[in-house]
């Protein structure tokens, strides 16, 4: 009976993620007919805000990572 219920939870499981990859399939062949082609979405550059900081940037940064202008190695 175990290895019934097992099987039958392990069709369902399969039958949503098929399910939500065609639909995220679908939704990237939409965008991309929606998208000229050759053109590159690339992301906005930084522009100061009225408080004078930089605008947060649309994409997140890994923890502990900072934006510098210069090198943040050591020259020897």
Same mark, same amino acid.
């Given at each position: 009976m175990f290895a019934v219920f097992a099987a039958e939870q392990q069709y369902h499981h399969d039958i949503r993620t098929r399910e939500s990859e065609r639909r995220i399939l679908a939704s990237m062949r939409e965008r991309s007919t929606v998208i000229p082609q050759g053109v590159a979405a690339a992301p906005t550059p930084r522009v100061a805000n009225a408080t004078g900081? +930089? &605008?947060r940037a649309a994409w997140p940064r890994p923890i502990g990572l900072h934006a510098h202008d210069e090198c &943040? &190695? &050591?020259? +020897?």
């Open positions: 900081r +930089a &605008a &943040a &190695a &050591a020259v +020897a």
